[in-house]
């Protein structure tokens, strides 16, 4: 009983995830099947009703902003975006939520950018991916992780 408790309790949103540009979202892959990211993040979240390709929502808190969603297109995932500003997501060079604009350049150079209405998102092309750090008020706010071709604007 006490093993199974222990699986359970590992089978949610990291709080504490990892971005590697190019390669992984929070301990997923793209291409990554339902089942898959179930099995690392848990089973606990939302589907959008109006996203045009199946979409998924996990939060931290039910009915609280901050989380990650994953959207999928032809049985896998497509993109992997965080929810609003969640606290302890990473890259693997150490780029952070809440971290200023400037730092993106400084361990990333100049990344082209992409104006979103009130927000922006600089991106990292790689081979087949697209990775997305998006910036609001001037400040590093989320991450995404697509491949090329999905929308950089969410």
């Not at 971005?19 to 979202?25: E, L, R, T």
């Not at 589907?47 to 609280?64: G, Q």
């Not at 400084?106 to 081979?127: F, N, S, W």
Request: charged share 15%.
């Amino acid at each position: 009983m006490f093993r199974l408790a222990l699986v359970l309790l590992n089978l949610s949103l990291p709080s504490n995830a990892v971005v590697v540009p190019g390669v992984s979202f929070g301990g997923l892959r793209l291409g990554a099947a339902a089942t898959r990211v179930e099995a690392v993040w848990g089973q606990r979240h939302g589907r959008c009703r109006s996203c045009a390709r199946p979409t998924w929502y996990f939060t931290y808190k039910p009915f609280e902003p901050q989380g990650a969603g994953v959207s999928f297109r032809a049985g896998g995932v497509e993109s992997f975006f965080t929810i609003w500003s969640p606290p302890g997501w990473h890259t693997d060079r150490g780029l952070k939520v809440g971290d200023p604009a400037a730092r993106v350049t400084a361990l990333y150079g100049v990344l082209p950018r992409v104006e979103c209405g009130t927000y922006a998102a600089l991106v990292l092309r790689r081979a087949r991916t697209s990775t997305q750090i998006y910036l609001y008020r001037g400040q590093v706010w989320w991450f995404g992780l697509s491949s090329v071709g999905a929308p950089a604007c969410h």
